[in-house]
């Protein structure tokens, strides 16, 4: 798959469900639950790493899934544009989102979403 690929690129630390489990001190299952409610957002069994910070999800990134996900996109879509650099941004989404500079992140999905 051609975003599979592409992901691969953008994305360079991935952690599988049970890593993910870890660090947030949940369940397996409590991870699946959490990506089927865009909470987080995954490709297979993998999660980007860099959705988590300080054992928690970032802040914004459960409203951004779920208003992405909303508009029709899938996981593999959120993620490639969440991971690609904008230089208007500047830098990459889930970078503004980690430095708590989300709110033009947020602006930018509600509009892309519709």
């Known amino acids: 798959m051609e975003a599979q690929h ?3 690129d953008l994305i360079d630390e991935w952690l599988d469900w049970k ?3 870890g660090e947030l001190g ?3 299952g409590k991870v ?4 089927r409610e865009h909470q987080l957002a995954a490709v297979g069994p993998r999660v980007p790493a860099e959705l988590l910070m300080g054992g928690e999800v ?4 459960p409203g951004l899934l779920t208003v992405l996900s909303d508009g029709g996109w899938s996981d593999a879509e959120i993620l490639t544009w969440l991971f690609t650099a904008d230089d208007t941004l500047p830098g ?3 970078d503004a989102l980690r430095e708590d500079r989300g709110s033009e992140v947020k602006r930018r999905a509600q509009a892309i979403a519709l």
């Open 92 to 94: 990459r989404p889930i």
């Open 58 to 61: 970032v802040k914004g990134v």
């Open 26 to 28: 949940v369940s397996v």
């Open 19 to 21: 890593g993910v489990a």
């Open 6 to 8: 592409d992901l691969q």
């Open 32 to 35: 699946r639950t959490m990506i």
